[in-house]
């Protein structure tokens, strides 16, 4: 086995890794399972750019590219996170049309 064999070969892997992450994407139950997978398909992204630059010779600029991309990525994920409790706090201040009521 090559060194470019088995830098395929690990590209191909975590291409077959990013799979359960995009089913968690497209099906999962709320909006943290969705987020949660965003954030694991940009890591694994992150790192395919870094075999990437391995397999060309470039590790410098592939390296500089994954970083810009994973900060990018954690940035990301801070605001969808940041959206998601600040919208959670809005549906908790709101009363339900029950609470709402005039009790008589």
Do not use: C
């Not at 630059?53 to 590790?59: R, S």
């Not at 994920?77 to 706090?89: E, G, T």
Request: no cysteine.
């Amino acid at each position: 086995m090559t060194f470019e064999n088995f830098t395929v070969y690990t590209g191909v892997v975590m291409l077959l890794l990013m799979i359960p992450s995009m089913w968690r994407l497209t099906v999962g139950p709320n909006a943290l399972d969705r987020i949660v997978a965003v954030n694991v398909i940009g890591t694994k992204t992150a790192v395919l750019l870094v075999v990437i630059g391995v397999a060309f010779g470039q590790v410098e600029m592939f390296v500089d590219f994954a970083l810009a991309y994973a900060l990018l990525n954690f940035m990301g994920s801070l605001a969808a996170a940041r959206f998601l409790h600040k919208s959670k706090d809005k549906t908790a201040a709101t009363p339900s049309p029950e609470e709402r009521r005039p009790s008589t």
